[in-house]
C-alpha cells in the first residue's frame, strides 16, 4: 500500500484525525470532502485519513487495501478530457517516487456516462509497491470522471495482486457511495 506524498496528504496531518471526520462524525461513518461534492463511507474495518485541503481522503483497510479519493477542478485540456485527467492520475500515482515499479497499464477506457457528468475514464493497473518494511505486488482501477460543473472526481482502489476480484466487497460500498453522491442521478 502506498506511502502518501506531497501531492497524496499524509495520515499524520492533524486535521482532521482518523477518529474525526469534517463532518464531525467518528471514523467508520463518512467524510465529506471537495467542499460537499463528494461523501465518502468508511466502512466497518477501513481507516480514514482525510487531507488537510478538505479536497482528499486516503482510506487503507485491514486487508491491505487502499482507496484513494480526490475532487478537484482541473484547468486545461483535463477539464474535458477524462482519458487525459485519468493518464495524469496513474502518471501522478504510480511512479517510482512513490515506490512503484513494474508498472503495467491498461489503456484508458471511456465509460458511459449519465446525470451530471460529462465523461468518465479508467485504467486498470498491476504494479509491486516498495515501502520500508519490503514489497508488495498489487492491482487496482484508476477512475476520473469530469461533471457539468467543472468538478473532476479522482480515485484509486488498490489491492493486493490476485485479491481486487475477492475484495470487492470491502471496496465497493466505498466506490457506490463516492460514486453516487459525485453524480446523484
Given at each position: ?18 477518529t474525526e ?85 491498461t489503456e ?30 498489487v492491482e ?46
Open positions: 500500500t502506498p506511502t502518501p506524498t506531497e501531492t497524496t496528504p499524509t495520515p499524520t496531518e492533524t486535521t482532521p484525525t482518523p471526520t469534517e463532518t464531525g462524525g467518528p471514523a467508520g461513518d463518512e467524510v465529506v470532502i471537495g467542499g460537499g461534492a463528494v461523501v465518502v463511507p468508511v466502512p466497518a474495518g477501513w481507516e480514514a485519513f482525510p487531507g488537510e485541503s478538505g479536497n482528499v481522503v486516503h482510506l487503507f483497510s485491514d486487508e491491505g487495501d487502499w482507496f484513494f479519493v480526490l475532487v478537484d477542478a482541473p484547468e486545461g485540456g483535463a477539464q474535458t478530457n477524462p482519458a487525459a485527467s485519468v493518464s495524469q492520475l496513474a502518471d501522478l500515482v504510480l511512479n517510482a517516487e512513490n515506490g512503484y515499479s513494474n508498472i503495467e497499464l484508458a477506457v471511456p465509460q458511459e456516462v449519465s446525470g451530471a457528468l460529462v465523461g468518465r475514464a479508467d485504467i486498470g493497473y498491476s504494479a509491486t509497491w516498495t515501502g520500508n518494511q519490503g514489497g508488495l505486488d487496482g482501477a484508476l477512475v476520473a470522471a469530469i461533471r457539468q460543473d467543472g468538478l473532476r472526481l479522482s480515485l484509486v482502489v488498490e489491492t493486493p495482486r490476485g485479491q481486487f476480484e475477492a475484495h470487492e466487497p470491502l471496496w465497493l460500498p466505498i466506490w457506490e457511495g463516492v460514486i453516487g453522491s459525485f453524480n446523484p442521478v
